[in-house]
DNA sequence: TGTACATCAGTGAACGCGCGTTCACTGATGTAC
DNA sequence: TGTACATCAGTGAACGCGCGTTCACTGATGTAC
């Protein structure tokens, strides 16, 4: 034996921790192997004892939302969460800080745009994200049917296209208020 | 002389028209300057005859919104649009047609996400197109004091964010329902 | 417990390729006579 | 009207560079004895 696969998989999360940050400080073709590697504490030829391409690195890392985590977070707590609480899971979400913080946010915001572009198997693990997220939070929504389905997946349009926009814009001020405007549009669910 | 002034006018809104269609269409970084030319039926060395560089290109190409357009198509009718008629032009702006032709479709909302990363030019002319929309739209919502920038803001954050969604799903089901859900909330306004 | 060995994660030089940009050129054009 | 000329939009080869991937290697590791 070399090293013990334990070792091998701790090298691998790393490597996609990394990946993780640079694809969202960078956007999903901004980043190389190289790069990567580096911010890993590795060079570039270790890359494909870990993935077989760089596109599988991409799909891999992919898979991560900050916002499900968020939702599931005190779900665990027993009494299921009232509504008012997701709101504020919600604001929270539409804020500054996460705005600010594109390395550590919500990957359904930050690849946005790009995801149209990106390799199939990226494009899978995206729309799986949607759909998790998009059931998630409808559960959370008061019931009114079927209608929850539909407003779950109207307030994802929001505050990711909320948060996008809000980083695309290059004017503080405006972007402050686009985000007002979103968390005001959702407190009138 | 040499050519006529108008020729090489008429021979830069070749390339502006054909860098619109392939940035829409490969995104801001997936478009050469080669392919840009040919596909305005030229080689790439003549392309510095007309920019001085890609990034200057890339920004002018995105001076260009579909969304204000629409909103003003009518305008010089001189009686002013009702309420109901924005209402429609949001609801065909969120329509399959508009998502399945993204080479035609609003900028605002494909390159949403890719311009966070874009040179200061290309974000310069995007933040003003947010701005010069958001106004138009503003003026066109039933007036409630300055309730109504707020509601333009995010009901831009919703279109632009549910396209960007419908666009990057990998699951035509999902996306027509992402589209028809962002199109029940615009009905609540 | 100590040593010799086989494994394979990780190294770093090298590859072929496409990119943005440069540059010496060419040839269609409008002007001067 | 016809011809010689100067201009410069457009050509296409060439450049330097960074990329994803390959590959011969090396050296830290766990195992067998």
């Known amino acids: 034996m070399s090293y013990s696969p334990a070792h091998k998989e701790r090298t691998r999360r790393r490597i996609l921790e990394s990946a993780r ?6 956007g999903l073709g901004g980043v190389s192997v190289d790069s990567l ?10 890359f494909y004892a870990h993935f077989s391409s760089k596109d599988e690195l991409v799909a891999a890392a992919l898979d991560d939302t900050v916002l499900l985590g968020f ?11 009232p509504v008012h609480w997701t709101r504020a899971v919600l604001e929270e979400y539409l804020g500054p800080l996460h705005r600010d913080q594109p390395a550590t946010g919500c990957p359904l ?4 745009g790009e995801i149209t572009l990106a390799a199939p198997q990226a494009r899978a693990v995206y729309t799986n994200l949607v759909k ?9 929504l008061p019931r009114n049917a079927q209608k929850t389905s539909s407003e779950a997946l109207a307030i994802l349009a929001l505050i990711v296209g909320g948060m996008a926009l809000a980083r695309g ?21």
């Open 169 to 189: 814009v290059n004017d503080t001020e405006l972007s402050d208020a686009i985000l007002a405007a979103c968390r005001e549009a959702i407190s009138d669910l």
């Open 21 to 26: 940050r640079f694809l969202k400080e960078q």
């Open 109 to 112: 915001a930050i690849h946005v």
């Open 71 to 81: 939702l599931q977070k005190h779900k665990s707590g027993g009494t299921p969460e």
């Open 37 to 46: 590697m580096a911010g890993a504490g590795l060079t570039r030829g270790g």
């Open 132 to 140: 998790e997220v998009a059931t998630e939070l409808a559960g959370r």
